[in-house]
């Protein structure tokens, strides 16, 4: 049998230090921070860029499971606001005559109705995107606001299709858009300025009270009458008119209206109020958020 020798020998505790300092440690310094956030309302653009691929991720993944095992697919991107548009044209254009700005009430109201659909389902989705989102959450960190923005980005998908179903309409009505076409992704952006804003707001509230799922459909019930899907803001009373500009998507709606048919063109400062309430609705919720984030793990 072989018997085994150990050699023990005295090794100074500088060459100890030496040998310890040699490892990964040594020879890679480069330490990452992970820092919670400042409460601060300022979004860290690098940081989002870095995870740009991660948001494409939670998009494709939102945009499948949303139509996965149902039978019309996709089809319910464009059916929705069809139904909904000839509902409204059976209750308000021909029972209650509503006014249309010389336009056929169906295609009046379906034009408002690209714009607001986007914006619900971006608020649906946003809002409850940290909380339908725990198990990633607790166990990886990535920016957090990557939710919210993922799902306002996501019903930009349905707004596609149904968008180029309303070029049909027209064609149908013999309405024709002018170059005010072009202009229309800023009323659009003006929407998902405002949704994601909100969403922010209330995705962080639905973290510790879970009022939020009850909250969204009743006002969701009552959003279009106060955003003039049904009928023009211009036939109302001017100072009735400046209450409902508060609301970014009266704006919006008339925006679209104004750049797809060639409807009156909003009114200029109430438009820049509306745009001011959804900047200002943006950064409040973003400050909110940001302040509400590093409890979000131990709350959820």
Do not use: C
């Not at 090794?11 to 956030?37: C, H, M, Q, T, W």
């Not at 336009?103 to 659909?117: K, N, Q």
């Amino acid at each position: 049998m072989t018997e085994t020798q150990l050699t023990v020998r005295d090794v100074p505790a500088e060459d100890v230090a030496e040998e310890a300092l040699s490892g990964p440690e040594r020879r890679d310094d480069r330490i990452s921070v992970v820092k919670p956030a400042s409460g601060r309302p300022t979004l860290d653009l690098r940081e989002l860029w870095a995870y740009r691929e991660l948001l494409v991720i939670f998009v494709w993944r939102d945009v499948k499971v949303r139509y996965k095992q149902t039978f019309l697919g996709i089809t319910w991107a464009v059916l929705q606001p069809l139904v909904t548009m000839l509902v409204y044209t059976l209750v308000f254009g021909r029972y209650a005559e509503f006014p249309s700005q010389n336009l056929a009430y169906p295609i009046f109201t379906y034009v408002a109705l690209l714009p607001w659909g986007y914006f619900a389902a971006s608020l649906s989705g946003s809002s409850g995107s940290i909380v339908g989102n725990r198990a990633v959450m607790t166990k990886v960190y990535f920016p957090r606001v990557l939710l919210p923005l993922a799902a306002v980005v996501t019903p930009a998908v349905d707004f596609t299709l149904a968008f180029l179903v309303g070029f049909g309409l027209m064609a149908y009505f013999d309405v024709w858009p002018s170059i005010t076409l072009l202009l229309t992704p800023l009323f659009l952006l003006l929407a998902a300025v405002a949704a994601v804003g909100v969403g922010f707001f209330l995705s962080a509230v639905n973290v510790r009270y879970r009022d939020v799922p009850y909250l969204i459909p009743f006002f969701l019930s009552i959003g279009p009458f106060l955003s003039g899907v049904m009928y023009p803001i211009a036939d109302l009373p001017e100072h009735w008119q400046w209450v409902l500009a508060l609301n970014p998507m009266t704006g919006v709606i008339a925006g679209f209206r104004w750049a797809l048919l060639d409807a009156p063109a909003p009114d200029l400062g109430q438009l820049a109020v509306g745009i001011a309430v959804a900047v200002a609705v943006f950064v409040v919720g973003l400050a909110y958020f940001k302040r509400s984030e590093p409890r979000f793990a131990d709350t959820i």
